[in-house]
């Protein structure tokens, strides 16, 4: 079945620790984003990517990293995790028929 | 710059009667409007847009290009109603933008 899937969906990690979430797609988009949101806050797009080796930066100012070698696959990379990544991180696909479809999201907190 | 706001983060009815989240948007060219739900322990999922004049689970939303709203309507609310509601436009090169949500709750 078409689907997004995130790994890790919980994840408790130190401060200076590098970190990746994953995020697959068997949906065949070829449109990925990934967007940070805090618990009843809005969704902030911080990647975007509209293919294979294509990455762009969202709106949000992230100190993070993207990589698309593959069109199922969307990494996001922190190289060295803060308190103030803590947050929750949803991976999203986007059809041709302009409607982009979420994942599950990876709750990620630095302590 | 905000381009898309919901003015209520809460909002509370009581089951039967009508439901009205709002949401208004800036953005110069021709919007492509959409409504998210996220129900409990769910994942964010597309409610309804406004190119396709649908009614979803009994609700509407219309664009009103002169009041720059695409307010979500509902006669009768359900309990099953219950849920976080995101408003949000399509930009250029497909860019979402999401408002801050409005979480709606459903009294029996």
């Known amino acids: 079945e078409a689907d997004i899937y995130q790994t890790p969906r919980y994840l408790v990690i130190g401060t200076g620790k590098k970190i990746t979430l994953e995020c697959s797609q068997t949906m065949g988009h070829d449109k990925m984003y990934w967007y940070q949101q805090d618990p009843g806050m809005e969704l902030h797009l911080i990647h975007y990517?509209?293919?294979?080796?294509?990455?762009e930066k969202g709106d949000l100012s992230s100190e993070s990293t993207v990589s698309r070698i593959r069109t199922e696959h969307f990494p996001l990379t922190l190289e060295s995790a803060r308190p103030s990544h803590t947050s929750q991180y949803l991976c999203?696909?986007?059809?041709?028929?302009?409607?982009?479809?979420f994942g599950e999201g990876s709750w990620l907190t630095v302590v | 710059a905000q381009r898309v706001t919901q003015p209520e983060k809460l909002l509370s009815v009581f089951k039967g009667a009508p439901v009205e989240l709002k949401c208004n948007y800036s953005y110069s060219g021709s919007p492509e409007l959409f409504w998210y739900v996220q129900y409990s322990r769910q994942r964010l999922q597309l409610l309804l847009r406004?190119?396709s004049r649908e009614s979803i689970k009994g609700f509407t939303a219309d664009l009103n290009k002169g009041e720059t709203s695409f307010h979500l309507k509902k006669p009768f609310a359900q309990e099953e109603d219950s849920a976080m509601y995101y408003c949000a436009l399509s930009g250029p090169g497909n860019q979402f933008y999401f408002g801050t949500g409005t979480s709606l709750t459903v009294i029996p």
């Open positions: 999203a696909t986007g059809s041709s028929g302009n409607t982009i479809y």
């Open positions: 406004h190119i």
């Open positions: 990517s509209y293919g294979v080796n294509s990455t």
